[in-house]
């Protein structure tokens, strides 16, 4: 009893000195000085150590008489560039010949994104498939490119395959024509004639209406409930301005820019090198294996009840892919996808190994033609940031709108 | 009785052409697909199987063993390798008594790595008897070392402690002490091949983990300026690409430091897998440290715990354990992104390769053969690295706790 009976006394107050609530603890145990301490501590560090290396760097360009200026960029350039698809000239300036390194990079980045995410969807669908020997082959892709180094991999197809091909004399012709050889790929082209000119309207004019379409069709259904088939709409829409617009121009849109064989090499037709080819075939392929891991997992993640029930309210296949389980998985896709994108245009610097004339490897040529290695290195790294940073942001903006919102 | 148990028995597991027939003929586009993939596969296989035994012309691998795994390493010195690989065999063949999982798996790996070498299909001058038997020796080192991991009185951080050590003894091995007659030293410019892309990845994982922490931290930090400053450190270097960060640390680290300090072509190298390795080391155990549920800090406070006794035995090891199995995925890329310093003179294995080619005339052509050998090392390793990493966050038990 008398145990029970403490458990209701009202513990006496501690004895307490009413001054030491009032007391400020000393200035060095007091958090809010600390706090500030600490920042200005790390902030005064950091600076010094820039500092540090700043002057080391000007004390060394002193010695050595190199400037530190970006003057140089107005020089002319003097070196020749393989490729390019804007003119230029080795008259031109530093700052002009980065500019082509930078369009070829964005060149390779752009075309490669898009076919890594459409050989990276393929392979991950048939990783995914209930026939076995295609899912195993999906797994010997996935695993052959996730596991070798991107570097041997663009070696590989680089000096292994499109240095191989033979002479032009002698090119690989597929219908088209295509002809791959040694000086890489020639395909015949559809250009733009001085006629062109009301098609590409109507076609421009197409296009906007066949969104406008889309939009209002797709916007009545959600509001009525009536099918409207939206889709197949626009499309008609688009086709019959593309029709009308080869109408205008009677029949010659375009003209069939065909290469022909004369003397050492073809003329006419559009080509490509072997660097770029081989550069974005190797990129391709390894980012589509990673991408391929990323559409699988985004699938699997969506619960096996969703599809059942979407069976159960009669969904036929299309609309159970692109109602319910695609807009669940690209939740789960989209983050990693952003990061593979961005991997795939920072791996583009790798073309220094094969010769592709991207920013990187203007860079490389620039600092052996100019010497101003830490300028140059400031411009690229500058220059890769800026596209990383857009990228992301893009993305993630997209990102935001398909995820699921959360209060 | 008898005939109860016949009647409940489940039905016989389908013969294969009964499983052949639901799952690859079931109806008319399986069929096609599967035909499709069959010609695919068989066409493929035989190709590379052709090329591999009758086309390939693989002289400029097999005759060059050594050169592949140590580069240019003084082949007087070569006893120092000897010592290591036995360092090697023995720390394996505890860690796997003792730890068992992944270290088995990996102890495997090397003892099969030790068979390839020793059985190397080349001529014994180009790969010597001695190095052969050595090799053999060494599967009878890693079983010595799991008799010894068998003694009660070793513990786990035990043979933690002789693995820090002994990296830390290799690397005396390797490069020498300064004056010494029996240890000269041996310049990093000779070293190469494998061991110069183990080195590098090993090294730029090992030294980056404790900025990678440090940074990670930072960025929670509640401290403005110390958060923005790791920020924009992991962020500047996660969004350029490493083949630049190599080129800086080659090119433009001597500039930033004062004239006196001159660094070694490897050792610039690491430097710059190492910054790279480590902004992306702190993404990892940035999501480690969000894993940890904010009610263990709030417990820790209530326990009258100072802020650095929480971070480092409340939150840290929690964290870090959420945070192995990215850490082997990221040592997998670090492991491949090496390939990337032959673009600096340093002669890893993929410029070992280059050089083979370059070496010789009769090697004109054959750089396909060269280079799929370099893939194949690549991905036998990686391979077998992702296999033990599934294993360990299996044993882990990740994301079930």
Excluded at chain 1, 344 to 364: D, R, T
Excluded at chain 2, 174 to 196: E, K, N
Excluded at chain 2, 198 to 209: D, P, R, T, W, Y
Aim: proline share 5%; glycine share 8%.
């Amino acid at each position: 009893m008398p145990l029970r009976a403490s458990l209701f006394v009202t513990p006496e107050p501690l004895p307490m000195r009413s001054s030491q609530l009032g007391e400020t603890p000393p200035f060095w145990r007091d958090e809010r000085v600390l706090r500030i301490a600490a920042q200005l501590l790390s902030a005064a560090l950091m600076i010094l150590a820039l500092y540090w290396a700043v002057d080391n760097v000007r004390t060394a360009a002193q010695q050595r008489g190199l400037s530190l200026g970006f003057a140089f960029l107005k020089e002319s350039a003097g070196f020749p560039i393989g490729e390019s698809d804007i003119p230029y000239d080795p008259s031109d300036s530093f700052a002009y010949a980065f500019w082509v390194g930078v369009v070829n990079t964005l060149k390779v980045a752009g075309i490669g994104v898009l076919f890594a995410t459409l050989l990276g969807t393929l392979v991950g669908l048939a990783r995914l498939s209930s026939n076995w020997l295609v899912s195993r082959i999906a797994v010997a892709f996935i695993e052959f490119h996730r596991n070798i180094p991107l570097l041997v991999l663009l070696l590989l197809w680089y000096r292994g395959v499109f240095t191989k091909l033979p002479r032009v004399q002698e090119s690989i012709v597929w219908p088209g024509p295509i002809y791959l050889s040694q000086r890489g790929l020639y395909m015949a082209w559809p250009r733009l004639t001085s006629e062109s000119a009301p098609f590409l309207v109507s076609a421009g004019v197409g296009v906007i209406l066949a969104i406008l379409v889309f939009a209002w069709l797709r916007r009545l259904r959600e509001t009525s409930g009536r099918p409207t088939y939206f889709g197949a709409a626009s499309l008609g829409v688009l086709v019959i301005c593309l029709g009308a617009g080869w109408f205008l121009t009677g029949g010659n849109a375009f003209q069939a820019d065909i290469p022909v064989l004369g003397g050492f090499n073809f003329k006419g037709g559009l080509h490509q090198t072997p660097e770029f080819a081989a550069l974005l075939v190797g990129l391709v392929t390894y980012t589509a294996a990673f991408i391929a891991e990323v559409v699988r997992a985004g699938i699997q993640a969506v619960s096996r009840g969703q599809l059942e029930a979407a069976r159960a309210l009669g969904l036929d296949y299309s609309q159970l892919l692109g109602l319910v389980i695609m807009p669940q998985a690209l939740r789960v896709i989209i983050p990693p996808l952003i990061s593979q994108y961005l991997n795939l245009v920072k791996n583009s610097s790798l073309a220094i190994f094969i010769g592709y004339p991207e920013l990187f490897f203007i860079g490389k040529t620039t600092i052996n033609q100019a010497g101003r290695a830490v300028q140059v290195f400031v411009l690229i790294m500058v220059v890769y940031l800026a596209i990383s940073l857009v990228t992301s942001l893009v993305l993630n903006l997209y990102n935001r709108r398909i995820q699921l919102v959360e209060r | 009785m008898a005939s109860i148990y016949q009647e409940i028995r489940p039905p016989e597991p389908p013969g294969p052409l009964t499983w052949i027939r639901k799952n690859l003929f079931n109806n008319w586009y399986n069929s096609l697909l599967s035909l499709g993939s069959l010609a695919l596969i068989v066409v493929t296989l035989v190709a590379v199987l052709r090329w591999i035994f009758i086309t390939a012309d693989w002289r400029p691998v097999a005759d060059n063993l050594m050169l592949y795994l140590v580069g240019q390493y003084p082949r007087e010195e070569l006893w120092r390798i000897g010592v290591i690989v036995s360092m090697l065999s023995l720390l394996l063949g505890v860690s796997w008594r003792i730890w068992g999982g992944v270290m088995r798996t990996l102890a495997f790996t090397y003892a099969i790595f030790l068979l390839v070498v020793a059985l190397w299909p080349s001529s014994l001058e180009s790969f010597a008897l001695q190095a052969r038997a050595a090799m053999f020796a060494n599967l009878g080192v890693i079983l010595v070392g799991f008799l010894l991991g068998s003694s009660h009185r070793l513990r786990g951080s035990h043979v933690l402690i002789g693995w820090l050590v002994s990296l830390a003894a290799m690397l005396v091995l390797l490069s020498g002490l300064p004056g010494s007659q029996s240890l000269a030293p041996v310049p990093t410019g000779s070293w190469g091949g494998l061991l110069v892309t183990l080195l590098l990845a090993v090294g730029g994982i090992v030294i980056s983990f404790p900025f990678g922490v440090l940074l990670a931290l930072g960025r929670r930090s509640a401290l403005p300026v110390v958060s923005a400053i790791s920020t924009l450190f992991i962020e500047v270097i996660r969004g350029v690409p490493l083949i630049g960060l190599l080129f800086m640390s080659s090119l433009i680290l001597p500039l930033f430091l004062p004239p006196e300090v001159r660094i070694d072509r490897l050792l610039r190298a690491l430097i710059g897998m190492t910054v790279f390795s480590a902004a992306y080391m702190a993404e990892n155990v940035r999501g480690g440290l969000a894993a940890v549920p904010n009610g263990q800090v709030e417990a820790a406070r209530a326990l009258g715990l100072s802020n650095l006794n929480i971070t480092t035995l409340i939150v840290l090891p929690q964290a870090l354990r959420a945070v192995i199995p990215p850490m082997v995925g990221q040592f997998i890329s670090l492991f491949k992104d090496t390939t990337l310093a032959s673009g600096v003179a340093v002669l890893e294995l993929l410029s070992i390769g280059r050089s083979i080619l370059q070496a010789d005339p009769a090697f004109i052509g054959l750089q396909m053969e060269v280079y799929l050998f370099v893939a194949a090392v690549f991905w036998i390793f990686s391979y077998l690295m992702s296999y033990a990493s599934q294993r360990l966050e299996v044993a882990l038990g990740v994301g079930e706790r």
